[in-house]
């Protein structure tokens, strides 16, 4: 349980980094996602 976790966190954060990778490449800007990952991550995430 706690390795389906930690994979689909590392997936989750990867993807959210790949996001904010090609919107920065863009020029351009989710603040609303943005809010959420900042808030949302620290709770859900054990890989920090």
């Known amino acids: ?3 389906e976790r930690r994979t689909g966190n590392t997936r989750f954060y990867k993807d959210c980094t790949e996001y904010f ?3 920065r ?3 351009e800007t989710d603040f609303a996602f943005e809010d959420e990952y900042y808030f949302t991550m620290p709770a859900i995430s054990s890989i920090v």
């Open 1 to 3: 349980m706690n390795r």
């Open 21 to 23: 990778r090609a919107l």
């Open 25 to 27: 490449k863009k020029g």
